[in-house]
Structure formats: structure tokens, C-alpha cells
């Protein structure tokens, strides 16, 4: 029997990935004991957790180095005379091992200065080199660190031509069989320590903020990784802060500052709520539907009546009918929710960049409530789990694979009848057992193709109305249409286990669409929703349970980023926001709107809502338009000049700001947290 060996080129790449992985590790213990004055008690049993995960993104980056010298390794193990660019080699990774430390020495002092991981605005600095040249030599040991980073590189490069040479001997010879299996597994290897998890999803730079603690964040980050995630985002995310005050004063009396500042470019506004006697503590469940547009529901559909239940449940509660999503992306809508701040972005979506992770919320000022967040798929999708983890102080995070009972359905994990019965089992035990009240937030996903029907439907019947009829009623298919029914049945099923739950009568219920759908057709609406994309954004909103006493129809325009401080209002919580996002609901006075992005055309447009006007921007062509008239592509701005300009200044404030105050909302005192 021939004896199994290991190829000595194969031990050398692993080894180099392993002294790697040892030096970043070796970093991170050192940048905790450099910074250990900013680890509070209460974070220490999140160490584990941090060192975990960082491990992960510090193994990633030492297999990322070592891809060069594995290709070399590749081809010598066929080509023996591939060899003699081993001195160039040795080069390349002095150069690169000098370069890794740099980023260390970099984030080392950036931490230092302003209590932050270096990333990819380190650049800007360039602007200004001489000026940043001399505050780097005048503040920090500069030759020392030249010093180190030069005997680092001789080190790195005299370690991997030392690994090199000892990569083959006369026992290794130089042959296609058996290196070819050895090459395929050291590959396969190399990339599922790079992937970082056994999951649907890569590990990424989200899974660093595991915590609301900033500091144990941070020591999670990998430095040169990090620089690397945020590179994609400083151009395409800044923000114009001269722009924002050229708004200010339409904006801040927009969102009824409380002491407006053109100068400070201040949004802060503190909501005082209603005396403690009348403050609530109803549990508030807030369930993101997908794609839930008004187009599609049985209010503008009542002849193929796709949601019946939301129908229902609408009649008896309060109804926002003319409610929109700032966006059309479910991690745009997520980010737009949970922080009030319309994700106006340009490039991907705002829960990916790890430059604005940190985001106040409101309804932290819920300090005695748990907190929850549910999904039938993976966090990481969008990115979320930064938004959510970071921000949300404590949330208990359940997604596929942390379940009791789930089955997989599709690509989008778990239907959404098994995530609603999972959600209402752990809130109801939860209940039980520490009788706090609660804030969940539950995010359905089944309503996307392919349109799968769990062969476990409670029940569920599909209908068939016709691919012509389905077409004209704002769907591509019956089977999206069936989607649809089935999403609303889950609901339905939803609702009857909460009934019978202890929690039920004191729960306040918040549905809506994370975003529209377009549908060329469409012919169950007015023309003008469907040819200036309102569709695309138009949602309902509906409040319901057992504290909301009396059904109402409410036609005030509002948006997706009203739906937190609308929660605090009912609860009659105090709390402080910068955000876009207002109470519409406790205070019916403000100025009604909805600011409205499309990211998804080019150049990106701009719009604003107000009643059944709709101010429009795209490029240079701008216009105001009555969307639900007959005549609605006729521009009526110089008919109607000062609600134009004042509906054009809105969208364009809106716009401008919601940018600034991507990089302005962080947690910042006791009252963010």
C-alpha cells in the first residue's frame, strides 16, 4: 500500500498563511491592550464573540497574501525552471509585508486620534500632503516607524524565500499527477477560509458589529480589510455640506427643529411625550411585507382580491393610504425604517457601507423593552446585520438556522408561514418568561420568485384568474400572483396564533411594504402612477391590534421613515431625533410629504409627494405633475410657481440632507443609547 504524503509546497503555503495569521492575531491582543480604556465591564463577555470573528477576518487576509506565493508554488510543482523568479518573489512580499504593517501603523495612530479604525478616507488626507506630512511628523515617530517597517520587510522577505526553498527537495519531484489533486485541494481549502462561515453567505465586514459597543466593534475590524470594504463608498457617499445649508431653513422648519442653526447645520429635535401616567407600554410588532404595493392589494384589486386579509385587517384599523417607500430595495427600506433616514444613496445600498454603520435609533429610548428581529433568511443579506446588531441595543437576532422548527423553501430560507409561527412561538415563551414588553420587527421574503408555495401552506389553494387578467391587475405572472395570496395567508395564519397568545392583547401591529413594484400595465390604477413610477414606491401602512380602539382612513402623504417615531407617539415615549423621520400620526399639524429616490435610473432621480402633487427631477428635466389627474404629464410649474419652488426645494433639502446626515446621526451621548 503506498504511504499518503503531503507535498512539501503544499506545507510551505499553509505555513505562510498560519505566520501570517499568528502576526494580525498578535496585533489585535496588542491594539487591546494599547486601547483597553475604552472596554467597559459590561462588554467583556463579548470578547469571545470579537476574537472569533476577528480571527476569521485576519485568516481572509493571510490567504489573500499568500495567493501570489501559491500560484508560484503551482507552478513550480509542474515547471521546475519556474524557479528562478524566487528572488522577485521574495521582493514582491518584502514589499507586501512592509505594506501590511504601514496599515497598522496607520490604524494604530488613526485610532488613536479620533477613536476610529483607519479605512479608505485616509486617502483625503492626500489633498493636503505637505500639511498632513508635517502633522504626521510632528505628532508621531515617524523614522522609528520608517525603521520598523524597513527591518519588517527584510524579515518578510527573507521568510518567504526561505519557505520557497524549502518548498521542494529531490523527494518532491516535479510531476503533473498527484500535484494536480494537491493543487485543486489547496485551492478549494484557500477559498472556504476566505468564504469565513458555513453559510449562504460570505462572512463580511457586517459580522464585525456583532455589538452596540463601539470599541468591541472596532477590535473586530481587520485594519487592511477594512480600508478595503470602504473604498467602494467614499466618492459615490459624500455628502455636500454647503448644499445642505443652502436648504436649511425650508428642511429644519420642514422637520420642526427645535433650534434651527444654519450654522451648526443642527436637526436635533427632543419629543417630550406625554406625562407618565398616560405613557403606554404596549408590545409594538412591525412586519416588513415583501413587496406589499398598493398596486397590487385587494384595495386597488377587488375583483382578483390577492389580499384579503390585509383588506380586513385595514377596514379595522388605521390605514395610511397614501404612504410611500423613499426607495425601491428591501436593505434600502430596512435602513430607511429603522434609522429615519431615506437611503439616498447612489452606489449599492447604505446598510453595505461600513462607513455609516453607526445610526441613532429611537426607539432605543425603550429601555425597558426586548427587542427582536426575525427573518427567514440570512442577516447578511444587504448587509443588515450591521444596521440591526450595531444599532438596536440587545436585539435577539433569529434567522435561518437559529429556529426550532423551519424547513427551507427556497433561496430565501424558510417560508414566511414558518417564520410567522416561529416569531409568535419565541414571543410568546418570551413573554412568559420575563413578562417585558417588547419591539419586533419581522421580515417576510417569500413574495419574491421563484414564487415557491411550501408544500406545508395551512390550507392554502391556489387560484388561477389567467395570465391576461393577472397582467393587467399589476402582476407578471399567476404564479406572482399566487405568491402574493399565499403571503397575505401566512399573515392570516399569523394573526390567529397571536389571538391565542398571552401577548396579543396588548400589541400594537404595524404592516407595510418594504418597497412597490412596477407593472407596465397596471390598468387598475390611475395611468399616471404607472408612467411617473410611483408604483414603484406607494405602500399601505396599517396600525393595528387591540389598543387601536377606532378604524381610520388617513390620506396625509407620509413615508417609510415616519414608522419609529410614529410607534414612540403611540407609546407616548420621549425621545430625540436628527433624522427625517416624523411623528405623522400624533402631530397632524406638520407638513405632510415623502421625499422619493430612484437609484435605479440614469442619472438618479429626485422626487417629492404632497397630496396629489408630485415635483420630479431627473438630470436637468425637473417638473411639477398632478399624478392622479387625466392630464397627469402635463407640467404644471409655471401654473403653479410657489408650490413648485416650495415642493422643489423640499425634495432637493430632503435630498441634500439625508446624505449629511448619513455621516452626522451617530450615537453620540446617553440619549442615543
Same mark, same amino acid.
Given at each position: ?23 494580525? !492575531? ?31 477576518? $485576519? ?112 523527494? %518532491? ?10 493543487? /485543486? ?18 462572512? &463580511? ?6 455589538? !452596540?459597543?463601539?470599541? @468591541? ?89 390577492? !389580499? ?8 379595522? +384599523? ?75 441595543? %440587545? ?14 423553501? $427556497? ?26 414588553? /417588547? ?12 414564487? !415557491? ?41 399569523? /394573526? ?8 396579543? %392583547? ?20 390611475? &395611468?399616471?402612477?404607472? %408612467? ?6 406607494? @405602500? ?18 407620509? +413615508? ?110 446617553? &440619549?442615543?443609547?
Amino acid at each position: 500500500m503506498k504511504k499518503w504524503k503531503m507535498p512539501g509546497w503544499i506545507k510551505s503555503y499553509f505555513g505562510f498563511i498560519l505566520a501570517n495569521w499568528l502576526f494580525f !492575531t498578535l496585533m489585535r491582543v496588542i491594539f487591546l491592550f494599547v486601547f483597553r480604556a475604552a472596554l467597559v465591564p459590561q462588554s467583556y463577555h463579548e470578547l469571545w464573540e470579537t476574537f472569533y470573528v476577528g480571527a476569521k477576518f $485576519d485568516m481572509r487576509l493571510a490567504c489573500a497574501l499568500a495567493i501570489p506565493l501559491g500560484l508560484y508554488f503551482a507552478v513550480c510543482a509542474f515547471w521546475k525552471k519556474a524557479q528562478f523568479i524566487r528572488k522577485g518573489m521574495a521582493c514582491l512580499y518584502g514589499l507586501l509585508e512592509a505594506g501590511v504593517l504601514l496599515v497598522y501603523f496607520a490604524d494604530f495612530a488613526h485610532y488613536a486620534y479620533i477613536s476610529m479604525r483607519i479605512n479608505s478616507s485616509i486617502f483625503k488626507y492626500a489633498e493636503n500632503a505637505l500639511i498632513s506630512l508635517q502633522m504626521a511628523w510632528e505628532t508621531y515617530p515617524l523614522v522609528w516607524g520608517l525603521l520598523g517597517m524597513l527591518a519588517w520587510g527584510v524579515l518578510g522577505g527573507w521568510f518567504a524565500n526561505y519557505i520557497m526553498k524549502k518548498a521542494f527537495s529531490q523527494k %518532491d519531484p516535479y510531476r503533473w499527477k498527484g500535484n494536480l489533486g494537491w493543487f /485543486f485541494g489547496g485551492l478549494l481549502l484557500t477559498a472556504a477560509l476566505m468564504f469565513g462561515q458555513l453559510s449562504q453567505y460570505p462572512l &463580511r465586514w457586517s459580522n464585525a458589529y456583532h455589538s !452596540t459597543n463601539n470599541f @468591541i466593534c472596532n477590535l473586530t475590524l481587520n485594519p487592511v480589510l477594512n480600508v478595503y470594504d470602504t473604498a467602494r463608498f467614499v466618492k459615490a457617499d459624500s455628502y455636500d455640506e454647503e448644499k445642505t445649508r443652502q436648504y436649511y431653513d425650508t428642511v429644519s422648519k420642514y422637520l420642526g427643529v427645535d433650534h434651527p442653526d444654519k450654522e451648526t447645520l443642527n436637526f436635533e429635535r427632543s419629543i417630550s411625550g406625554k406625562p407618565k401616567a398616560e405613557q403606554k407600554d404596549y408590545n409594538i410588532v412591525v412586519i416588513f411585507m415583501e413587496s406589499l404595493a398598493w398596486n397590487k392589494i385587494s384595495m386597488t384589486n377587488p375583483d382578483i382580491d390577492p !389580499t384579503p386579509f390585509v383588506k380586513e385587517l385595514a377596514d379595522k +384599523s388605521i390605514l395610511f393610504t397614501n404612504f410611500f417607500a423613499p426607495t425601491s430595495a428591501t436593505a434600502r427600506a430596512v435602513f430607511a425604517t429603522v434609522t429615519g433616514i431615506p437611503d439616498v444613496t447612489s452606489f449599492k445600498t447604505s446598510s453595505r457601507n461600513p462607513l455609516i454603520v453607526d445610526q441613532h435609533v429611537v426607539v432605543n429610548s425603550l429601555r425597558d423593552y426586548d427587542k427582536y428581529f426575525f427573518i427567514g433568511g440570512s442577516a447578511s443579506w444587504g448587509n443588515i446585520r450591521g444596521i440591526l446588531e450595531h444599532n438596536l441595543t %440587545d436585539v435577539h437576532m433569529y434567522e435561518e438556522g437559529h429556529f426550532k422548527n423551519e424547513h427551507r423553501n $427556497d433561496v430565501w430560507g424558510i417560508s414566511d408561514l414558518d417564520l410567522f409561527r416561529e416569531a409568535n412561538r419565541i414571543l410568546s415563551e418570551e413573554q412568559k418568561n420575563n413578562q417585558k414588553p /417588547f419591539f419586533a420587527i419581522i421580515q417576510t421574503a417569500g413574495y419574491h420568485r421563484p414564487y !415557491t408555495i411550501p408544500d406545508d401552506n395551512a390550507g392554502f389553494v391556489s387560484k388561477d384568474i389567467g395570465e391576461e387578467l393577472a397582467h393587467k391587475r399589476s402582476f407578471v405572472s399567476v404564479a406572482e400572483y399566487n405568491s402574493l395570496r399565499f403571503s397575505d395567508h401566512a399573515l392570516r395564519e399569523f /394573526f390567529k396564533l397571536a389571538e391565542k397568545s398571552d401577548y396579543y %392583547d396588548n400589541t400594537v401591529f404595524l404592516i407595510f411594504g418594504d418597497h412597490g413594484l412596477s407593472a407596465p400595465q397596471s390598468e387598475n390604477m390611475p &395611468r399616471g402612477y404607472v %408612467d411617473l413610477n410611483l408604483i414603484n414606491h406607494q @405602500i399601505p401602512l396599517i396600525i393595528a391590534g387591540n389598543p387601536i380602539q377606532e378604524p381610520q382612513r388617513i390620506d396625509r402623504t407620509a +413615508s417609510q421613515v415616519d414608522i419609529l417615531p410614529i410607534v414612540m407617539g403611540l407609546l407616548g415615549r420621549p425621545y430625540f431625533t436628527r433624522a427625517i423621520g416624523r411623528d405623522v400620526l400624533s402631530a397632524p399639524q406638520s407638513e405632510p410629504g415623502a421625499l422619493l429616490y430612484g437609484w435605479a435610473v440614469s442619472p438618479a432621480s429626485i422626487g417629492f409627494v404632497q397630496g396629489d402633487y408630485y415635483y420630479y427631477r431627473q438630470g436637468n428635466k425637473e417638473g411639477l405633475y398632478k399624478f392622479a389627474a387625466e392630464n397627469y404629464n402635463e407640467d404644471i410649474s409655471k401654473k403653479e410657481p410657489e408650490r413648485f419652488e416650495h415642493m422643489k426645494n423640499l425634495a432637493l433639502g430632503l435630498y441634500e440632507t439625508s446624505r449629511y446626515q448619513f455621516y452626522h446621526n451617530q450615537k453620540r451621548d446617553e &440619549r442615543d443609547n
